[in-house]
């Protein structure tokens, strides 16, 4: 069982700030901006490449759910990033589908 599924199971806790049936978005741990949420689906999905045609649903819904979040945690008007992790070489530490979202200050491009 990941972490991220041991959140959904309320076995970890978080600071959780949306669920729906399919969704559920927590603030990071180790935020890399003033607002750093996770939003992952509660089936688990091991990273994007697995995803399969399927999954469509769910991450139609991922993606649409963001600016929801983005909105709670007020970023939504001033700006916001997503970033999905894929792999160990693109920082990906959780084998969870999940989608970062970041805001709150001026982000560069590229990161890092």
């Known amino acids: 069982m990941t972490l991220f599924e ?3 199971a309320r ?3 978080a600071d959780i700030v949306y669920e729906d049936e399919h969704v559920i978005a927590f603030r990071d741990i180790k935020p890399q901006a003033p607002v750093h949420v996770v939003l992952i ?3 688990p999905i091991p990273r994007i490449a697995e995803s ?3 999954d469509a649903a769910v991450l139609g819904h991922l993606l ?3 600016p929801e979040v ?3 945690c007020g970023v ?3 700006g916001f990033r997503l970033v999905i992790n894929n792999g160990r070489d693109a920082g990906e530490t959780v084998p969870h589908l999940h989608c970062h979202i970041l805001g709150g200050r001026p982000l560069s491009w590229p990161p890092g």
């Open 76 to 78: 939504a008007d001033t």
């Open 41 to 43: 689906p509660k089936n």
């Open 52 to 54: 399969t045609a399927a």
């Open 6 to 8: 041991r959140i959904i």
């Open 70 to 72: 983005a909105r709670r």
């Open 11 to 13: 076995q970890i806790p």
């Open 64 to 66: 649409a759910t963001a």
